[in-house]
């Protein structure tokens, strides 16, 4: 059995101003993303050039603040935002979802194609292996604030949380961050070291992330506010994952049914 450390959440104190570790997550995965944008930038026949990272991170970056937000308080806190619907602004006070950020990027992503005159998903595939680190960064900043922890386990690793009580817990953070984070990544910079049909490596994202997040919430403790949505075992982050789960599926398929006629 292990115990948690029992972090101090706060990473810099100056006076009034504090910095917490969960938001240096946030700027972690995005310098992630942009040393990363540019690199793909500078892969011959890319079509994009390094000084774009920039601009479309700062339009994703709003896609996943408010997005994430928003996505939080219709999945997760619908009823706390109807007896207060200032909640939603105390962004401080936590609550962000990734099912909504990922939305938020969408609608981001698309904003910048139109811009920049580029297809939606010509600029979502470019995106889709960006994603990941940022993704490792926020569940290590889970970890490092003690919250949203696995549910009890008499594994040797069972960890105990200090907000959780005393039965040991699946360290459900850290099987995230390896799975949605670094597995994640591998598996979509090896897909996208060359080229693929459009919308393939979306669709892989998509399929990936739903079937790991899906299979990580049978160890991870349901959201309390909601519990189990259905059956008994069903999840709210499960629920929310299965549609990614078969759009991305269906992108893969259409995807390369597309490229086999266009070769043909």
Known sequence: MLRHPGFDPVAVEIGPLK?????????LGFLAAWWLGRRRAARPGSGWRAEEIG???????????????VGYVLFYGLD??????????????????????????MAALWLYGRRTGRGFWAVADFCAPLV?????????????????????TDLPWGMVFPLAGPEPRHPSQLYEAALEGLALFALLW???????????????FLALYGSFRFLVEFVREPDPQLGFVAFGW?????????????????LLWWAYRRASREGG
């Open 132 to 152: 990941p680190p940022g993704l490792l960064f926020g569940r290590i900043g889970n970890f490092i604030n003690g919250e949203l922890w696995g549910r009890p």
């Open 19 to 27: 910095v917490r570790w969960y938001g240096l997550m946030y700027v």
């Open 190 to 204: 090896w897909f996208t070291a060359r080229p693929r049909p459009p919308m393939a490596a979306s669709g892989l």
């Open 55 to 69: 601009d479309l991170l700062v339009y994703a970056a709003f896609g996943v603040i408010l997005g994430g937000r």
């Open 80 to 105: 706390a935002f109807l007896a207060d619907p200032l909640m939603a602004l105390r962004i401080w006070e936590g609550g962000m979802s990734f099912h909504g950020g990922l939305l938020g990027v």
């Open 234 to 250: 069903l999840t709210m982050g499960q629920l929310l994952s299965l549609p990614m789960v078969a759009g991305g599926l269906a």
